[in-house]
């Protein structure tokens, strides 16, 4: 796309609703997000999204006129590209129509909806860690664990637009914990925040705090509390094992892993490490890197808009 115009771009997770304005070489010029809520209808939420948007563009001074389209990353599942959405972390949006109410709320300009982490991916991949690489997995671990992959260059859609949901890799079939998807041991069971601090708690951790938080268990963890190092490390070994199992498949270069987990840093990147080359053995495996997301926070909102503004590269539909 050549387009000075800003993007208007989206990034919808179970932890947090966001959305900026990027300009075309991938830089955030503004943004703004509200925690996602809970307890709530399709119609409520879909409200607080449309307020928030309401919000950055206001703040900027910009009208639907004044930006080249809008890209969103939504939690999976979906049917692609239609951008209806069942979020597995959002129980009230189940076969919600979010791309054509993006479209109804910004008329005459492109709106593309494409998995949250595929934006994490497209966006590592554009302008981050997978910069100058041609076989990129980008990993999403928040209230949820989602991936996209970027292989030979280009992202991989798959058959239905969901390819690269590490998430639903089984790590531990027999004794892992039952998935929200209904399966049992699920990479997502084991090392999603909310799943871990249901872990911890049953160990003993602040079992009389209702709204726990991931945070606060590594918060715990970094200053040496035994159930928060232990919580840690069970999503590290989760994880190394599955990306192990990627790097085996997809032949990979780079692994970029975003999302709110990721910034507990050596505390579960260490177990990661060590459980990734305990289990990636063959030569071609050995050389693949794992790094946290270079764009950090805002990796799926770059993303988002290289669906427009990279979309030879990111976009397959349309």
């Known amino acids: ?16 609703l966001a959305a900026g304005l990027v300009e075309p070489a991938g830089r955030v010029l503004t943004w703004s997000q509200v925690p996602t809520p809970v307890g709530i209808d ?9 307020v928030l948007l309401t919000d ?3 703040g900027a001074a910009v009208s639907v006129d004044g930006l080249a389209g809008c890209g969103c990353g939504c939690g999976g599942p979906m049917e692609w590209p239609a951008g209806v959405v069942s979020p597995l972390n959002i129980p009230a949006w189940r076969a919600f129509p979010l791309r054509s109410r993006l479209v109804q709320r910004l008329p005459g300009i492109p709106v593309r909806v494409h998995n949250d982490a595929i934006c994490l991916v497209a966006g590592e991949h554009w302008r981050g860690a997978g910069r100058g690489r041609d076989n990129v997995l980008g990993m999403v671990v928040s209230t949820g ?14 058959a239905t637009g969901n390819a690269g949901h590490i998430g639903h890799v089984v790590v531990d079939p027999d004794t892992g914990p039952v998935c929200a998807c209904g399966g049992r041991g699920c ?15 049953a160990e003993g951790w602040r079992p009389d705090h209702k709204d726990a938080t991931a945070k606060e268990l590594a918060d715990d963890g970094a200053l040496g509390h035994p159930v928060g190092i232990a919580a840690m490390r069970r999503a590290g070994r989760a994880l190394g094992i599955a990306i192990a199992s990627a790097a085996a498949l997809c032949d990979l270069e780079v692994v970029s892993v975003g999302g709110g987990l990721s910034q507990a840093g050596t505390l579960l990147f260490d177990p990661l490490e060590e459980a990734l080359r305990a289990h990636a053995r063959l030569p071609f495996t050995k050389g693949v890197t794992v790094v946290p997301a270079a764009l950090g926070q805002s990796a799926g909102l770059v993303g988002a808009a290289a669906l427009l503004f990279a979309a030879d590269r990111y976009w397959t539909a349309d």
């Open 145 to 158: 664990v989602g991936g996209g992959l970027v292989l030979d260059g280009r992202l991989i859609a798959g």
């Open 187 to 201: 990479l997502e069971a084991i090392a999603r925040g909310p799943g871990l601090v249901a872990w911890a708690q």
């Open 42 to 50: 399709a119609e409520q939420l879909w409200r607080t999204l449309d």
């Open 56 to 58: 950055v563009m206001d």
């Open 1 to 16: 796309m050549s387009d000075s115009r800003p993007v208007l771009a989206v990034d919808i997770g179970g932890t947090k």
